[in-house]
């Protein structure tokens, strides 16, 4: 657990006492209120000690993301009892439904755009971000992202991002502004070492595409003669700060001509031999594949699977094809 996030759980674990002390004058389950004092002030105990953080079995440091989502925890994966395995097992199987259903459909057409996208988690749950919103009779909306961060605490952090994202494209603001109010609200709502990369595009049926890049892998722009261009960062991740700045840039696609994104699961994908799949492969996949988005998803997925060979996927790999019809 890093040092800077142990003063916030415990101002987070101190306002949870001071609202447990308050509802002991109400008729609920007095028991159960008692344990979790005692649970509360047990922690605080530890982190006063300098032992918060560390399974009381075996004294390793437990899994970061499971203490951002309960810092009572007092156990490692390695030493829960059968019970506790169980009801996390169960914990990690909602969580991965209810991330699925937050996801869009995998093809989405609107007028005279065809989108679709390739969402792989590493595990049960992922870090990865992305949403595809028809706006309006004639615009839509498309978004990538990856938070920083692994397992539960990612995902939780993912679906809070993915709610405000919402919340803010309805209000139909314009998308620099977007950007920097979503920053605002995940700054302001997460933990210092949180941040999250993010593009967010808006597609007009003029075949115009604004695109913000918040410190996101850069897309790839293929044009109809078969050049392909990246499109780099016009901004920091988001939440990194507080008043953070964006801008954007406006590209125009002919019919055909299309945008790829992805996160850094698919360009750091590694094979056996510690090799990275790299951007420059992608690019040669996307220049070769047949000009429609599922197809060239396919082409993708399939041509890092065969890099990879045997090992394990590392990191959550999304993939993102726009394309002018």
């Known amino acids: 657990m890093e040092a800077t996030a142990v003063p916030l759980l415990r101002d987070q674990l101190l306002e949870r006492r001071r609202q447990l002390e308050a509802v002991t004058v109400t008729p609920v389950d007095t028991d159960e209120v008692a344990r979790l004092l005692e649970a509360v002030d047990a922690t605080l105990g530890r982190m006063d000690a300098g032992t918060f953080g560390l399974c009381a079995t075996c004294h390793d440091p437990i899994e970061p993301d499971r203490l951002l989502a309960d810092p009572l925890t007092q156990f490692c994966l390695d030493h829960l009892t059968a019970g506790e395995q169980r009801a996390l097992q169960q914990d990690l199987d909602l969580a991965s439904r209810i991330q699925r259903e937050l996801l869009p459909r995998t093809e989405i057409r609107f007028d005279g755009w065809d989108v679709a996208y390739h969402y792989q988690p590493a595990g049960p749950v992922s870090g990865d971000y992305c949403d595809l919103i028809p706006a309006g009779a004639d615009d839509g909306y498309f978004l990538i992202g990856d938070v920083s961060g692994k397992g539960v605490a990612a995902a939780i952090l993912m ?3 993915s709610a405000t994202l919402r919340t803010l494209i309805s209000l139909r603001l314009p998308l620099c502004e977007l950007m920097e109010r979503a ?6 709502t997460t933990l210092p070492n949180h941040y999250a990369t993010l593009i967010c595009g808006h597609a007009s049926s003029s075949g115009e595409i604004e695109l913000c890049n918040a410190g996101h892998p850069p897309p790839l722009l293929v044009r109809a003669d078969g050049e392909i261009a990246r499109m780099e960062a016009t901004g920091v991740p988001i939440g990194m700060f507080c008043d953070g700045a964006f801008a954007s840039r406006t590209v ?3 019919p055909r001509e299309m945008l790829v994104l992805y996160t850094d699961g698919l360009v750091e994908a590694e094979n056996a031999g510690g090799d990275e799949y790299g951007i420059e492969r992608l690019s040669a996949v996307v220049g070769s594949a047949t000009r429609q988005p599922k197809a060239v998803i396919e ?9 990879r060979g045997a090992p394990a996927l590392r990191d959550d790999l999304t993939v993102v094809v726009v394309s002018r019809l």
Do not use: I, N, P
């Not at 082409?299 to 890099?307: E, L, M, N, Q, S």
């Open 299 to 307: 082409a993708c997925v399939h041509d890092v699977r065969t890099f």
């Open 159 to 161: 679906s809070h991002l």
């Open 183 to 188: 920053s605002r609200v995940f700054c302001e």
């Open 252 to 254: 125009h696609l002919a």
